[in-house]
């Protein structure tokens, strides 16, 4: 199913994420508080990366290994010539922008205009084989205590899947088994497409700053499949977001071909190399013999003992072998023997679990397990943007998936509901800052569903979201910042992941003076307006106004798309343009202009000592990290 | 200081000879791809010294830098534009394209002057800028004697001057190409300095875009936006003050203008002739420059498809080049090194942006020009 099937290539080497961090906390949104330190390095200041461009870039990435829809793979070229080809993005165009929902929502951030090309390197030319464009989706089953002695997001880790689009096919691709395969089961012209990023290096001061470790797999797209998850077999904790030997959210897969394959890359626990690995920084934590199986009593709980009578092996997990997350793309596949089959349907499912060999000859303890009685319930688009620009209701609508041992539930209900007011989203910086932090999740009234809802045959509902304006109830940050719950009836929430929420930003109608806009841009973007336009200066605005009209009139998956937070709504954009298109007109601000012109130029000296001058503020612990915390509290009400 | 006739820019002998003898249209694309090859080969030295200057310090000589590199474009998109107008394709997108630094320019003579990248000073500035730009005939707006035209040696505005009249000369049958290939943009270029290139008149008009833009004419420094042209623009970095009309003196401008402060101590001490191979391998240094590299190949894709039947990707390639100098500014020049100068981008072609060879379309490159 989507990447996670037979026919698939597997690739390594490193993302860059190089977003601005400004706007990491929301109260430097407030335009009137805001001072140049927030521009800085530092907690105090601009948090850990206030020059960020918002690129996010797949660089040394390279094909690992390729799988056979029989089951076979391999890792050598002289068998199949994509092996050892690159992964790579644009060569022509900007690079892919990462951006987040809304600065109180830090959680589902989304790689947007990103291209990516299967390539072979000849010496000093480059023949690309297949390129597509990466859909805009949110990354998923996000967390932080992935890395044993890191904190902070350098510990994260987090899974983003999509879909390639627009695909193009070299004229003559070379004689390859796997794009035979690849190309022969490709639906509605996409691929399937899963990146795992982790070990991030967020110090500006380290090697490797803005770089982390990326593992991804490409697969054939099948029709009816969700783009941005697998709504297959969902393992969960049992409390909280990791096990008790620290293993997070998976999903495996078992089709009718009766291979089962689970998706580990995202899930085991690392820990600094052994002098073995040669490649990747962080290797798997040993965790003992890891099985995976049908668990025969299924009410048991995570930690509980399995073994004979009361869990069947299927196979063991080989998460400990060398290139295991890199060379596999944490992939482990089994071929169930018709003793196993009987135990995972038709006519019946045993929840699947993982078992941890324990040493002394103690019996094995489940590792993590299946969801209470194999429930999943997937939603998407899980961000959704939602704007009311002619104060008239518009309706939004996101597609619900109801599974139970990964087949879908016909008829399921489904239950929906809003989080209500969150108080202190979105900030942590320390030091004093004079601006409120705004409640969202309110006014509530502003989104309208119905609290439950059917599924139809094939398990899926559409969820109607009506929504009016919410008339600007954060003051200086447009919009609010909403979270829906789902489930299906019955479902716990534990089985869920801490910020598996659809979010929504919804617009609000009346946009307000544009003037200030420019202003908090430039205060939240500053590479802008430390390297290209000076958006709070008339004169610099003035100059640039075919550059900004240009910009802020691209489509939004274009990477060059401005703002590029993507926050603007479409009241506000439209005024911008019709601003930008009759500046002349605007007498009020061309007297600025003309001001500006005429003042001196600024005093060298003192310039460049602010332009030196870049501090180091105190080490930060992420900026993910940060909010992660902020919301903790605001759940529990501190 | 007088700049003698030797130490221009040199163009090889025989080639204006051979522009002479062309008897078509086919026998003129090669040295008009070498024009264009030759406009953006000042690109990376200029870009160099632009980005050697550190936020909000010397801003009249990064404007001048900066204002004097967006017209190179411009040059290099009208050569592209004649030499689409007679059918011909430009090919930017090869390694062979960009010039290895230091070293002569396209169609110079080996021997001759030598270009490299290196941060902005006022002696790169008089020693290799002004020698780029050097008129045929430059006017002295000092005291000194005007140059004397003495020429047995080949410029560019010779170089130019040849390729105008083999145009007349061979007329309107030339002009074959498909009209849609031409590239305007009238947010970057105001109509007046792009324009289609469709026949004998406007292919004139265009390359005397470039000459004026480039040196001047004898009589006026100044190009027809009133703006000086680039050999006067770097000029008054080294003097200090503005050009102006001024018609209290016999050749009616002086450099009397506004002042155009420049201080050395303010520039980033940036690596010379950077090459990536000189930055060690973990280092942000080298992850910067390598990005850099990346980024720029993109950024003559993005060129090569624009000239390439697609003019509507221009604003593409310029937004690619704004990225190349958050990149640069934020990722290469503000590394340190051992040796205490900072990290530069060495604008070397990376192999992993290359795009696929062209299929069918055969291209105007030929090394020799």
């Not at chain 2, 000239?307 to 593409?316: I, Q």
Request: aromatic letters at 8%.
């Amino acid at each position: 199913m989507s990447y996670l099937n037979s026919v698939r290539l597997v690739f390594a080497g490193q993302f860059q994420a190089d977003p601005s961090t400004v706007n990491n906390e929301v109260r430097h949104f407030d335009s009137e508080y805001f001072v140049p330190k927030y521009q800085d390095y530092g907690m105090d200041g601009g948090w850990w990366n206030p020059n960020g461009s918002g690129a996010f870039r797949l660089t040394q990435c390279s094909v690992r290994s390729v799988y056979y829809a029989d089951g076979t793979s391999t890792d050598d070229p002289a068998k199949d010539p994509v092996v050892g080809m690159r992964v790579l993005d644009a060569n022509s165009r900007s690079a892919g922008k990462i951006v987040d929902i809304d600065p109180q929502w830090q959680l589902a951030s989304q790689i947007f205009g990103m291209q990516v090309r299967l390539a072979r390197i000849d010496g000093d030319s480059a023949k690309t084989l297949l390129s597509g464009q990466y859909a805009a989706a949110p990354f998923r089953d996000l967390w932080f205590s992935r890395i044993s002695g890191l904190s902070g997001d350098g510990a994260a880790s987090a899974a983003f899947q999509s879909v390639l689009t627009d695909l193009d096919w070299a004229a003559e691709p070379p004689a390859s088994r796997f794009l035979t395969e690849l190309r022969d089961r490709i639906q509605e012209g996409k691929l399937s497409i899963r990146l795992v990023t982790y070990a991030y290096k967020d110090d500006h001061a380290q090697s490797g700053f803005t770089f982390g470790t990326v593992s991804g797999v490409i697969g054939p797209y099948r029709s009816g499949e969700p783009t941005s998850f697998v709504a297959g077999r969902r393992f969960a904790p049992q409390f909280g977001g990791a096990s008790w030997n620290n293993i997070t959210f998976l999903t495996g897969v078992l089709g009718d071909d009766k291979r089962l394959l689970l998706d580990l890359c995202n899930a085991l626990p690392l820990e600094p190399r052994s002098k073995s690995s040669t490649e990747s920084e962080y290797d798997p934590v040993p965790l003992g013999t890891l099985t995976v199986g049908s668990l025969l009593t299924p009410s048991s709980p995570e930690g509980a003992p399995a073994g004979l009578g009361s869990f069947q092996p299927i196979g063991e997990i080989p998460y400990q072998e060398p290139g295991f997350l890199l060379n596999a793309g944490g992939i482990a596949a089994f071929d169930l023997t018709r003793p196993m089959q009987a135990n995972q349907g038709p006519n019946g499912f045993a929840p699947l679990a993982i078992v941890a060999g324990q040493p002394c000859g103690c019996p094995a303890l489940i590792a993590i397990r299946e969801t209470p009685d194999g429930l999943f319930t997937g939603a998407e688009p899980f961000v959704l943007r939602i704007d009311p620009h002619n104060k008239e209701p518009v309706t939004a609508t996101t597609k619900l998936y109801a599974t139970q041992y990964g087949q879908r539930v016909s008829f399921a209900e489904l239950q929906v509901a809003q989080t209500g007011e969150m108080d202190g989203l979105g900030t942590g910086s320390v030091g004093v800052l004079l601006a409120p932090v705004p409640a969202a999740g309110i006014p509530m009234s502003a989104l309208n569903f119905p609290a439950s809802l059917a599924a139809g045959p094939d398990g899926t509902a559409v969820l109607q979201i009506q929504a009016t304006p919410p008339n600007n109830p954060r003051g200086y940050v447009d919009g609010q910042l909403y979270n829906i719950t789902y489930q299906q009836a019955g479902q716990a929430r534990s089985a869920f992941g801490p910020f598996e929420v659809i979010a929504i930003h919804l617009r609000d109608a009346y946009p307000v003076p544009e003037k200030p806009i420019f202003t908090q841009y430039g205060n939240l973007y500053p590479i802008m307006s430390k390297r290209l336009v000076r958006l709070a200066d008339p004169a610099s605005v003035y100059e640039h106004r075919n550059l900004l009209t240009l910009a802020f009139s691209l489509d939004i998956d274009d990477p060059n798309y401005m703002p590029v937070t993507r926050d603007l709504s479409q009241g506000k954009q439209a005024t911008i343009l019709k601003w930008l298109a009759a500046i002349e007109q605007d007498t009020a601000f061309m007297a600025l202009v003309s001001a500006a012109l005429a003042a001196a130029p600024a005093a060298q000296g003192e310039a460049a000592a602010t332009a030196a001058a870049q501090g180091d503020g105190e080490a930060s612990e992420g900026g993910k990290t940060t909010f992660a915390r902020a919301l903790a509290r605001s759940r529990a009400g501190v | 200081m007088t700049l003698s006739a030797q130490h221009r820019m040199t163009v090889k002998p025989g080639i204006i000879a051979r522009i002479r003898a062309a008897k078509s249209g086919p026998d003129l694309y090669e040295f008009i791809q070498a024009a264009v090859k030759l406009e953006h080969a000042t690109i990376p030295p200029y870009l160099t010294a632009w980005f050697s200057l550190r936020r909000g310090t010397n801003l009249a000589a990064a404007e001048i830098v900066r204002s004097v590199v967006k017209q190179e474009m411009l040059h290099m998109t009208i050569a592209a534009n004649l030499l689409n107008a007679i059918d011909g394709t430009p090919g930017i997108n090869r390694p062979d394209f960009i010039p290895t630094y230091p070293g002569p320019l396209p169609m110079s003579v080996d021997d001759g002057m030598q270009v490299g990248l290196a941060p902005m000073s006022k002696a790169l500035v008089e020693n290799v800028f002004m020698r780029i730009e050097l008129p045929e005939h430059p006017q002295d707006y000092k005291v000194l004697a005007q140059q004397a035209a003495a020429d047995q040696y080949g410029t560019i505005g010779q170089f130019y001057d040849a390729i105008i009249a083999q145009i007349r000369s061979l007329g309107e049958a030339i002009f074959t190409g498909d009209p849609t290939r031409q590239v305007v943009d009238p947010v970057w270029f105001p109509a007046d300095q792009l324009f289609p290139v469709t026949n004998v008149e406007s292919a004139v008009a265009a390359i005397e875009i470039i000459k004026t833009q480039g040196e001047g004419t004898p009589a006026d420094p100044l190009n027809p936006s009133g703006v000086p042209a680039h050999y006067y623009r770097f000029q008054e970095i080294i003097k200090g003050r503005r050009l102006v009309a001024d018609p209290s003196t016999r050749e009616g401008y002086s450099f009397s203008g506004a002042l155009v402060p420049f201080d050395e101590k303010m520039v980033i001490p940036l690596q010379e002739n950077s090459k990536l191979a000189d930055y060690e391998r973990s280092s942000l240094a080298y992850a910067g420059v390598r990005q850099a590299n990346y980024t720029y190949t993109a950024m003559l894709n993005a060129l090569h498809d624009t000239f390439d039947g697609h003019p509507d990707r221009l604003r593409t390639a310029i937004a690619l080049m704004y990225e190349l100098k958050l990149v640069v500014d934020e990722k290469v020049t503000n590394q340190q090194l051992d040796s205490g100068k900072f990290a530069a981008p060495s604008f070397e072609f990376t192999p992993e942006a290359a795009t696929n060879p062209l299929l069918g379309r055969r291209s105007s490159v030929v090394v020799s020009a």
